[in-house]
Antibody, heavy 122, light 107 residues
Framework: QVQLEESGPGLVKPSETLSLSCSVS????????WNWIRQSSGKGLEWIGY???????VYNPSLESRVTMSIDTSSNQFSLKLASVTAADTAVYYC????????????????WGQGTTVTVSS | EIVLTQSPGTLSLSPGERATLSCRASESVNSAYLAWYQQKPGQAPMLLIY???TRAPGIPDRFRGSGSETEFSLTITRLEPEDFALYFC????????FGQGTRLEMK
């Protein structure tokens, strides 16, 4: 079965760039939408954006100016960069698969990583 | 952005009882893009329902989703001890949004 695993620094300084990666194992990265979602006590679950296996991206408008996502299909990994972080970016970050078929029927966000805690602090 | 409002914030019930969780949207949602998730402490959310009413693989039939347009609900017909958790609704149109969650606690 498909598994996702986030990796990256757990502590980032204010104004710096948060960088996380997600490794996809047990299945192909192709033909799916790969998302980043974060969860903080103050804002619940917040969708950051997605990258399709082709490399096309859609970001949450509230974060769009600071977000960059990339994908490496050869290594079954995708990544998130969030620039100019502040304490408000402290959260648990999840990488998540969204499942659509070729007719764009939605089968939900059916695979989640275990999450990685990122704290923004000097 | 479509805002999802879940109610109640906390629901206190006993095992064996029926739970009804509500999710109200600020504008009409295509039910094909409405999902429900369960989250237990220290774990990632888990998909329960997609397409507003279709159970994800392996989800027991005591979990039932329903609704359309701006009113959706998740019903758990007979609560089991493992059902006490946090529940979120989610929609997708041009972007994904989540409700703030309903905490189902054991009375």
């Amino acid at each position: 079965q498909v598994q996702l695993e986030e990796s990256g620094p757990g502590l980032v300084k204010p104004s710096e760039t948060l960088s996380l990666s997600c490794s996809v194992s047990g299945g192909s990265i192709s033909n799916f939408y790969w998302n980043w979602i974060r969860q903080s006590s103050g804002k619940g679950l917040e969708w950051i954006g997605y990258i399709y296996y082709t490399g096309s991206t859609v970001y949450n408008p509230s974060l769009e100016s600071r977000v960059t996502m990339s994908i490496d299909t050869s290594s079954n990994q995708f990544s998130l960069k969030l620039a100019s972080v502040t304490a408000a970016d402290t959260a648990v970050y999840y990488c998540v698969r969204a499942n659509f078929d070729t007719n764009y029927r939605y089968y939900g966000m059916d695979v989640w990583g275990q999450g990685t805690t990122v704290t923004v602090s000097s | 952005e479509i805002v999802l409002t879940q109610s109640p914030g906390t629901l206190s019930l006993s095992p064996g009882e029926r739970a009804t969780l509500s999710c109200r949207a600020s504008e009409s949602v295509n039910s094909a893009y409405l999902a429900w998730y369960q989250q237990k402490p220290g774990q990632a959310p888990m998909l329960l329902i997609y397409d507003a009413s279709t159970r994800a693989p392996g989800i027991p039939d005591r979990f039932r989703g329903s609704g359309s347009e701006t009113e959706f609900s998740l019903t758990i017909t007979r609560l089991e001890p493992e059902d006490f958790a946090l529940y979120f609704c989610q929609q997708y149109d041009t972007m994904y949004t989540f409700g703030q969650g309903t905490r189902l606690e054991m009375k």
